[in-house]
Nanobody, 125 residues
Framework: QLQASGGGLVQAGGSLRLSCVASGRTFSYYATAWFRQAPGKEREFVATIAWSGGLTYYADSVKGRFTISRDNAKNIPYLRMNSLKPEDTAVYYC????????????????????WGQGTLVTVSS
């Protein structure tokens, strides 16, 4: 089970850093990703990082503002969010590829077999 944390209420232009920890056991990740779901909308891809090599992908809507990273020693993925906008308001979920990873479509939720509880990010205007 993964648990995302670091969400909260922030003004537009502000920053937050999300992290994701595993409870109960230590996982080895092929890749980890962040997705988000705004009220009344479908879940969408935000960013992903491959743990071997560090290759990253971002949604166009967050490029240049968000940075995904990982701490290999602590086994924790992060999402640094800068210049936040009201349209970034959503529940953010971390996801991990643990038992399988094709890397064919790293932005697809189907690549990830372990999901965490989300953390709410609210950006006020």
């Amino acid at each position: 089970q993964l648990q995302a944390s670091g969400g909260g209420l922030v003004q537009a232009g502000g920053s937050l850093r999300l992290s994701c920890v595993a409870s109960g056991r230590t996982f080895s990740y092929y890749a980890t990703a962040w997705f988000r779901q705004a009220p009344g909308k479908e879940r969408e891809f935000v960013a992903t990082i491959a743990w071997s090599g560090g290759l990253t992908y971002y949604a166009d809507s967050v490029k240049g503002r968000f940075t995904i990273s990982r701490d290999n020693a602590k086994n924790i993925p992060y999402l640094r969010m800068n210049s936040l906008k009201p349209e970034d308001t959503a529940v953010y979920y971390c996801a991990a590829a643990i038992s399988r990873y094709s890397s064919v479509n790293p932005t697809s939720s189907s690549e990830y077999d372990c999901w965490g509880q989300g953390t709410l990010v609210t950006v006020s205007s």
